[in-house]
């Protein structure tokens, strides 16, 4: 079974800094998606950024961008130029591309605050 | 407009009253699902649904009944609700599996 940990319960960043959440998973599987999902207060799950396993090349969404260490298995997030709006919990995401069921399995969540 | 849709965003009901939280998509779907989020712990999966009539079970499905009689209606039911069932539920969809998945709103249900 695949397993994801965020180890910061907690973060916070002051206003147009850069943050980096980290994450990492286990699993014996070679073929995978991994996500990031924001969900601010209103509690929706918005996804921000995926990997795809077999893609060298780090994913990036505008100000947000991905270091994807497989054989480290770490795959954390950059948050460019932060904005108050950035404040919100976030969740790293593990998704098979081998077995069936399209579980996600989600990290414990990183509740992250963007200070003025 | 696509969405994911569950009714209702907020419920307080006492043990062993059944109760049924309903999701809907209309993007034509193949692919539901129903996750708890508890604090500490993350999202977890409850059920899952590859295409009408087909269910299986996720990670922690003790408690909870679904049902797939439609392609756009993925109810979530609770014959006899307990207390440790308190949390929020969201549903979930995407066209086929393996692929990103969309998400409702929420539900927080208490269960005194």
């Known amino acids: 079974a695949q397993t994801v940990t965020q180890s910061q319960p907690e973060m916070s960043v002051q206003e147009a800094e850069t943050v980096t959440l980290s994450c990492t998973y286990d699993t014996s599987e070679s073929n995978y998606y991994l996500f990031w999902y924001k969900q601010p207060p209103s509690r929706q799950m918005i996804l921000v950024i995926r990997q795809e396993a077999y893609k060298q090349q780090n994913a990036t969404e505008n100000r947000f961008s991905v270091n994807f260490q497989k054989a480290a298995k770490s795959f954390s997030l950059k948050i460019s130029d932060s904005q108050l709006g950035d404040t919100a919990m976030y969740f790293c995401a593990f998704m098979s591309r081998e077995t069936s069921g399209s579980r996600l399995t989600f990290g414990e969540g990183t509740q992250l605050t963007v200070n003025p | 407009e696509a969405q994911v849709t569950q009714n209702p965003r907020y419920l307080i009901t006492v043990t062993g009253k059944k109760l049924t939280v309903t999701c809907s998509q209309n993007?034509?779907?193949?692919?539901m699902s129903w996750y708890r989020q508890d604090p500490g712990l993350g999202l977890r999966q409850i059920y899952y649904?590859?295409?009408?009539?087909?269910?299986d079970k996720g990670d922690v499905p003790e408690g909870y009944k679904v049902s797939r009689k439609e392609k756009r209606n993925f109810p979530l039911i609770l014959e006899s609700p307990s207390p440790n069932q308190t949390s929020l539920y969201f549903c979930?969809?995407?066209?086929?599996?393996?692929?990103?998945?969309?998400f409702g709103d929420g539900t927080r249900l208490s269960i005194l």
């Open positions: 993007m034509n779907h193949e692919y």
């Open positions: 979930a969809s995407s066209y086929t599996i393996n692929q990103p998945q969309h």
């Open positions: 649904s590859m295409n009408v009539e087909v269910t």
